[in-house]
């Protein structure tokens, strides 16, 4: 098939990803007045941001009026384990409430104080209340406000698409291929500019609150594009996902849980994080449960309950209560919020966990408690982008949200993901359009590269004989369950490497049936390129950082390191090989430095 | 998605799918409400048996009929005599009024669209209609006026409690009256009850008291009646039911009071 | 567990038919789970849509037993054991391929519908609504968008005419939350009689029996539509009345 046979859009930017970094981007970028493409995998408004619950994380001050950017950049940075890009969270606690406010003129409407102003609620890591949020949806309400806000802007929205290579001329990206996924044709986007807003990796864990979309494209299409990605072996595996029955094993129960009152206990009925205060927080967590308990009421007085400790620590302790036989009968362990708020108040606060348990698990949580365990919810590590711009290492390619790295470090605070793909979604479209503007020379696609991503997208049409792609992913996700989960060692990610390159092996000879046709055998066969390139690049990174912080724990180096607190791990493709290396962090200045001596 | 040109459905011969006993509740609805006609239209009928005192009938109040005129409306009034009466029964100067503001109830609407107009017959199932235009047209373009019609109501729960209030007044035997409680102000009360849960949780004055405000915080008055009315109408399908029961019955027990069929019972 | 029969239609708009797979259902299984282990086993090109799996995203809806639901919040309990299930394409749209159709339609509505347009902000620069204000709005936006609603509707489900000039149940609670919109200043009355076509819908109710979210589409936004429609069309005293006082809100 020759080049003009294929379907071409042309635009000065275009987005892949419709999810709330993909949708703010595009609204920026349209808004600076350059023709915009937006790609997106599902239907307009499905994306994985419709899944995020507790709320927005943005220094208001409506309901602590203490609150301000500098405090919300410290928790950040100090959950994240001080590895985060420090300029992306300088940036993220300044532009955060701007970006809340503009969501609420834009419709979205967010519980309320009694003064009428955007009501904030607590969560792990942040000092004070500080997450807008509506009930515990916050998610759909920020996409469905995106969406509609979106539609009028004249982007050009490609829905049901993926794309499976970019196009680069020269040293710079021009474009991408991918197909319509309900032809299985061929499509060909021509554009100044490339923002990748595809979201995470989560598909690749077997135990995850990830969508079926996750499987790393982002990630992928930049490293093969060769960019850099960093912090790939920080994941974050959430503490609180269902475990019972075995079919929602996973989905997400939302951290505002604990915000509003839950607590966790084992099967002994013991609230047992009390037992895994790490020395970092020592100061700001209550080491007693009455002080805990006074906390809710009296926040001034008292310091936080163990609870709300950042994700990595909870999630952590939940693993070793499990293990050490102290679990529910599922796995998990009990998260228990009826004891002390009164059921009117849970369904208020909580009407879709109330839902998902009563729907899914025939548990009534307003009289009984929970069964919650880690699930895999989020990759911290992502495209390497410059803090300002988006931009990454590969000119003309933006990132921004999940698919990005840096601003979260080693671990993300609950509420920083919505607040992150508002502000860095704006600054990608904004970078993105004006580097569309200065775009010198002329717009070239080079067919050959259009050809080669059309022949290995239609390949596995052409074998007899090979595997069912659901078969691999299987077992894929199995792997990276067992070997690179929340507690790894050296042995077993590099028994996690050979079992990924006897996957690869098994992939490349994978097999569909049917035809192009809206055939999800096919779909899942191409998404395994990405999700086996993403779960090398984890597991090589993991295999490098030889200490244990946030989103990454060694057993075989239990602990945290000050000479790895300096370095990010840096992936990257060589001639046609995943290279790791470690690079010093950006320095962060002195008047920022102090805000951590000040307090400590 | 690409954009599409074809819109074919999906070929599925059965005009639906449905195993569960979906015509149950259509059925069950053609019956009462069926019966309840029936039984009304027949007792309008009658222009007889609607007054046995101190009890009316609602099918036939505001009393019309020289026998119970001045019960209802006082004993200053001159003598008088509606001509219609005797011709024609009463009942149809009254029943207008409650049974239009019953046909353009938004719930009455579902209900016999659904079980007598079968568009459809229950969800998912094909529409017996081919031609639909909803209520853009007329007549059914009227069901737009339910409001008047909610007004009208409000005037015959006035006189309905009124009713139940002399309902209370029993005649001696000696003349003149005397306080007393029968099984049939009971029921006189029970009925007007229902009938005002009916007539203020409908969604016409739930609109009209509040419904329309746009800033409720601005008009906290209209913001508590419109909660209000909001709690009556999550249960409107329930008080339309128990409602058109209790005053077919309301009429029935009056009825055979004054047939003799049934006695009274005096409680006080 | 047992093995439980499905009948699932497999085909396009040219043709197709239920063709019949038997799998093991876990204990605490949902349809999608037992499509997935159809897909992974039997029929790796069986077309379907999900996404999250958990009822949020409105992904995979589809008509089981001829009833429109989210194949993710139908438990394989709810039915009785031994008998066959039926899984068909949310029927009021065009086919695409198996369980996929062609929801276009309602991407086309959204567009036409008035966006929101907001008051200038207090003279401190912010905007303050009320808990109380906005309780009523916060119902219609749990929407989901999984669509069972507008495929039910039978206005368009079995009157194809009808889509032209008529927005579906979804588009009625936009058009509510956005008229009942505390800081709103778009009049779109006539948008609503005519273009989104809200006298069409004889308020059978089949969307809010259908709506996953238990939104009540019906009573809380169709049926203020209607009246307020009414207000503005049909009541000869409130037009009066609005003679006499200024219009607060510009036509869209």
Not at chain 1, 159 to 166: G, K, P
Not at chain 1, 333 to 362: C, W
Not at chain 2, 153 to 167: G, N, R
Request: hydrophobic share 40%.
């Amino acid at each position: 098939m020759a080049n003009q046979d294929y379907e071409v859009h042309e635009h000065d930017v275009i987005v892949i990803g419709a999810g709330g970094a993909g949708l703010r981007a595009a609204i920026e970028a349209a808004a600076q007045g350059v023709s915009v493409g937006l790609v997106c995998k599902s239907l307009l408004g499905k994306a994985h941001t419709v899944m995020a619950e507790g709320g927005i994380a943005a220094a208001l001050g409506n309901v602590w009026p203490e609150d301000n950017w500098q405090v919300h950049f410290r928790d950040t940075m100090r959950g994240g384990k001080m590895l985060n890009n420090w300029r992306m969270a300088q940036l993220h606690a300044q532009e955060a409430p701007e970006r809340v406010l503009e969501l609420e003129r834009w419709g979205a409407l967010f519980d309320r104080t009694k003064d009428g102003r955007i009501l904030q609620r607590d969560f792990g890591g942040h000092r004070y209340a500080r997450l807008a949020h509506v009930g515990d949806r916050t998610g759909l309400e920020m996409i469905r406000t995106l969406q509609y806000h979106g539609i009028h802007q004249g982007l050009d929205v490609y829905m049901e698409c993926t794309i499976t290579r970019l196009l680069k001329d020269g040293d710079r990206v021009v474009g991408a291929v991918g197909y319509w996924r309900e032809s299985g044709r061929v499509v060909v986007f021509k554009a100044k500019a490339v923002i990748l807003a595809t979201g995470g990796i989560g598909k690749a864990w077997k135990i995850t609150s990830n969508s079926w979309e996750y499987t790393g494209d982002g990630h992928s299409l930049a490293l093969w594009a060769g960019a850099d990605l960093i912090d790939m072996e920080f994941v974050q595996f959430h503490p609180t996902g269902m475990v019972w029955p075995p079919s929602v094993r996973g989905i997400l129960v939302t951290e505002g849980v604990r915000g509003d009152g839950g607590t966790l206990k084992n099967s002994e009925g013991k609230r047992f994080m009390f037992d895994y205060i790490p020395e970092f927080f020592k100061g700001e967590t209550a080491d007693n449960e009455a002080e805990a308990d006074r906390w809710y009421e009296d926040k001034k007085n008292n310091r936080r309950t163990p609870d709300l400790l950042p994700r990595d620590e909870v999630a952590r302790a939940i693993n070793s209560e499990v293990k050490a036989g102290r679990g529910s009968p599922h796995g998990g362990v009990f998260l228990d919020i009826n004891t002390r708020r009164p059921a009117d108040y849970i369904k208020k606060r909580l009407p879709s966990m109330y839902h998902q348990f009563k729907e899914l698990a025939g548990v009534d949580i307003t009289k009984e408690p929970m069964e919650v365990g880690p699930t895999c919810h989020y990759v911290m590590g992502g495209v390497r982008v410059d803090a300002d711009t988006a931009q990454s290492t590969v000119k003309g390619l933006f990132a921004a949200g999940e698919v990005a790295g840096g601003m979260h470090g080693s671990n993300r605070l609950g509420g920083n993901s919505l607040s992150d793909l508002l502000v860095f979604g704006r600054r990608a479209g904004l970078y993105a359009a004006l580097y569309a503007k200065d775009f010198g020379g002329t717009l070239v696609v080079d067919s050959a590269q259009v050809e080669q991503a059309a022949r290995q997208m239609l390949a596995p049409f052409e074998r007899t004989g090979g595997e069912n792609p659901y078969a691999i992913q299987s077992d894929l996700q199995d792997t990276m369950q067992a070997l690179v989960g929340i507690i790894r060692n050296e042995a077993d990610l590099k028994e996690a490497l050979k079992r990924l390159d006897v996957l690869k092996a098994r992939a490349a000879k994978v097999r569909v049936d049917g035809h192009r046709q809206y055939n999800p055998g096919w779909h899942t066969a191409l998404d395994l390129d990405s999700l086996l390139t993403v779960a090398e690049c984890s597991a090589l990174a993991a295999l490098e950082r030889k200490e244990s912080r946030g989103g990454h724990t060694r057993e075989d180096h239990p602990y945290t390191d000050d000479t790895w607190g300096k370095v990010n791990v840096v992936v990257r493709l060589k001639d046609g090989r995943i290279q790791v290396s470690r690079e010093p962090l950006p320095e962060m200045p002195p008047d920022l430095k102090a805000l951590f001596q000040e307090r400590k | 998605m690409s954009a599409r040109v074809t819109a074919a459905r999906p070929p599925i011969a059965a005009p639906h799918l449905r195993r569960d006993a979906w015509w149950a509740l259509p059925l069950t609805v053609v019956i009462v409400l069926g019966s309840f006609i029936v039984y009304s239209t027949w007792a309008a009928f009658q222009n007889a048996h609607y007054w046995a005192p101190p009890y009316l009938s609602p099918f036939y109040s505001p009393c019309l009929s020289a026998t119970c005129l001045h019960v209802t409306f006082g004993y200053g009034l001159p003598e008088i005599q509606l001509p219609i009466i005797g011709i024609l029964s009463p009942a149809f100067l009254i029943l207008w009024g409650p049974g239009l503001f019953r046909l353009t109830c938004y719930y009455y609407r579902k209900a016999y669209y659904r079980s007598f107009w079968l568009s459809p017959p229950a969800c998912a199932l094909p529409d017996a209609q081919r031609r639909y235009t909803g209520e853009t047209r007329f007549p059914l373009v009227l069901q737009n006026y339910h409001r008047y019609l909610w007004y009208v109501a409000v005037i015959f729960i006035v006189l309905l409690t009124w009713d139940a209030v002399l309902a209370f007044r029993f005649p001696r035997p000696a003349g003149g009256t005397e306080f007393g409680i029968g099984v049939g102000t009971l029921v006189m009360w029970a009925n007007v009850i229902l009938l005002a849960g009916y007539t203020f949780s409908c969604h016409s004055c739930r609109h009209v008291c509040g419904g329309h405000v746009d800033v409720f915080s601005k008009a906290p008055t209209r913001y508590r009646l419109w909660h209000v009315i909001t709690r009556l109408n999550e249960q409107h399908p329930t008080f339309a039911w128990l409602s058109l029961f209790s005053v077919g019955l309301t009429d029935l027990y009056i009825r055979l009071v004054s047939l003799g069929v049934i006695r009274d019972l005096r409680i006080i | 567990m047992p093995t439980v029969t499905m009948h699932v239609f497999r085909g396009d708009a040219r043709g197709g038919d239920f063709k019949e797979y038997r799998v093991e259902a876990d204990p605490g299984m949902v349809v999608l789970d037992l499509i997935h282990r159809i897909q992974a086993t039997q029929a790796t090109d069986l077309a379907v849509r999900w996404n999250c799996k958990a009822g949020k995203c409105g992904s995979c809806s589809a008509e089981i037993d001829g009833k429109p639901r989210l194949m993710c919040m139908t438990r394989m309990d709810l039915f009785n054991e031994g008998e066959p299930i039926s899984v068909a394409p949310i029927r009021g749209f065009p086919a695409i391929r198996d369980l996929v159709t062609d929801v276009s339609y309602n991407y086309v509505k959204a567009k036409q519908v008035p966006p929101l347009r907001i008051k200038p902000p207090e003279p401190d620069g912010t905007y303050r609504m009320m808990q109380e204000d906005i309780d009523r709005i916060q119902e219609f936006h749990k929407c989901i968008e999984c669509f069972l609603c507008q495929d039910v509707c039978h206005v368009i489900r079995d009157h194809e005419e009808n889509k032209r000039a008529f927005a579906g149940p979804r588009f009625f609670i936009k058009l509510a939350s956005l008229d009942m919109h505390p800081l709103d200043t778009v009049d779109r009355s006539a948008f609503v009689k005519d273009a989104a076509g809200v006298g069409l819908c004889n308020i059978t109710k089949c969307c809010t029996e259908v709506c996953p979210e238990h939104i009540h589409i019906t009573d809380n936004a169709i049926i203020p539509l209607k009246e307020r429609m009414a207000d503005e069309f049909f009541d000869p005293v409130v037009w009066l009345l609005r003679k006499f006082r200024s219009k607060k809100k510009q036509p869209a």
